[in-house]
């Protein structure tokens, strides 16, 4: 029995429901692999991150963190709910650009920014430029003189705490990539030449401590932190932030071995450790900004996949085929991710097997699962993966030349294409024929 599953995602026939439509539906309409997201909670957990600020009377912005899932739909959604959303580069710019996504509430990130992205990015007033380090100040005075504009930015440092979490996807230690060292006082550096430069405002800092974390300490570690450098700011060169950014990276369940807060727990402490310590340093209150993606969708998404071959190992677990694969989610390929995945007909079937979940990928490491408990299945079942929305379609590829899923958004029993499934034309229609 899956514990996710409760008995109202079920329909009289059984079916696994995703925001209101069958999900075996879903899957003869659209065909397979497909990601299906349930809209309703995407909404919900906007909405819970904005009541836990709401409630404790702060100034906040729920930045999402698109990355997890960029699509014109999804920065759509965001617009709706009142966030405001983070772009890492030009591509993510542009879909949250066609998506008229109000431009003063994005955030362009990246420790690489180029001249073209910087160029972009101030050509469409975007909200905030977070800086990452001394090059893109040089490069973002030198389009700002250019065009004789300005632009409101935060710095992000590296705060070195290092979350406890999975050590792939850590940026938040001191020997990171990201941001400003403290130590060395680079972040000092860092700010006097911005305030020195009027066409750069400077509204505040900003620092990530890594992802999928669940425990308080970490995020508790970082408000103070940050606190600090704001008091030392305002003693030190006289400038006080606006924007305390506590970053993203609060952790969800995947499996039944997940234990995480509700991801407004989080923010409820980030929130009384800013307020705490910016009272103990007579700072005046900032503003808090954080920056979710996975808890944002992450629970909210789903992979619809049909089973195909088998292969029995005498005295091993079997591998059931599905018809996708590292390609749609590369997470357990690439850094043991794992993931619940539930028969769709009937998720609450009693397991009968444990099984290797494979993907069609010519990799023997395309393993979905490694060890998944499944009812009997047989060739033309849906399988529904559970949790995928974060972190999968938005880094799936084409290898071995497979077309990428579509992707549906269901919504009080109605579903709706957002991204089409590529075609086999799509797969070529960038190659050009070499004259040889
Ligand atoms: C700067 C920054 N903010 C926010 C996020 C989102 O993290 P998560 O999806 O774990 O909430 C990331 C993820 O890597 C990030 O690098």
């Known amino acids: 029995m899956n514990q996710q599953i409760t008995a109202d995602q079920l329909n009289d026939a059984g079916h696994l429901m995703i925001g209101g439509c069958d999900s075996i539906e879903l899957a003869h309409e659209y065909g397979t692999p497909l990601v299906v997201y349930d809209v309703s909670q ?27 899932f960029a699509a014109i739909a999804m920065y759509q959604v965001a617009a709706a709910e009142g966030a405001h959303v983070d772009v890492v580069s030009a591509g993510e710019l542009y ?14 990130h990246g420790n690489n ?14 909200g905030t ?46 020997d990171s990539k990201f941001g400003f060292d403290l130590q060395s006082g680079q972040a000092d550096e860092a ?35 940050l606190v600090e450098v704001a008091a030392h700011w305002r003693d030190e060169f006289g400038y006080e932030a606006q924007v305390i950014n506590v970053g993203g990276g609060f952790g969800i369940r995947y499996v039944a071995a997940d234990h995480p807060l509700k991801p407004e727990e989080f923010v409820d402490a980030i929130i009384k450790a800013i307020k705490k310590e910016t009272a103990e340093k007579g700072l005046s209150m900032p503003a808090i ?11 909210a998404g789903y992979n619809l996949y049909t089973v195909g071959s088998r292969k029995d190992v005498p005295g091993l677990k079997p591998y059931v085929t599905v018809d ?47 060890d998944q408990g499944l009812p009997e299945t047989q060739p033309g079942d849906v399988l529904a993966m559970l949790d ?19 992707v549906v958004f269901a919504e009080d029993g109605k579903a709706q294409l957002v991204i089409e499934r590529e075609s086999l034309a799509d797969l070529v229609h960038l190659d050009r024929k070499y004259q040889q």
Request: proline share 5%; net charge neutral; with cysteine.
């Open 113 to 126: 920014k180029s001249r073209e992205e910087l160029e972009m990015a101030i050509d469409h007033h975007v």
């Open 42 to 68: 995407i909404r919900q957990q906007i909405r819970s991150f904005r009541r836990v600020f709401d409630a404790n009377h702060v100034d906040y912005a729920v930045s999402y963190a698109s990355k997890a």
């Open 289 to 299: 900004w954080i920056e979710p993606g996975r808890s944002i969708v992450g629970p």
């Open 129 to 174: 430029i977070m800086i990452d380090n001394f090059h893109e100040i040089e490069l973002l005075a030198t389009v700002l003189e250019e065009r004789n504009e300005s632009v409101d930015v935060m710095l992000r440092i590296t705060p070195g705490i290092s979350a406890h979490t999975n050590k792939y996807i850590q940026t938040g230690q001191v």
């Open 191 to 225: 700010l006097q030449k911005v305030l020195a430069n009027p066409r750069m405002k400077m509204r505040g800092l900003h620092a990530h401590i890594g992802s999928q974390i669940f425990e308080l300490a970490g995020f508790e570690g970082v408000a103070k932190k």
């Open 388 to 406: 995928t929305g974060a972190y999968g379609y938005s880094m799936a590829s084409n290898y071995n030349r497979n077309p990428r899923p579509a």
């Open 324 to 370: 996708g694969g590292m390609g749609d989610n590369i997470r357990p390929a690439l850094y043991q991710a794992e993931y619940e995945t539930v028969l769709a007909s009937n998720p609450q079937a009693p397991i009968k097997e444990h099984v290797r979940l494979a993907g069609k990928y010519c990799e023997s490491g395309d393993i979905l699962a490694q």
């Open 95 to 108: 879909t949250a650009i066609k998506a008229d996504f109000p431009i003063e509430r994005v955030s362009f």
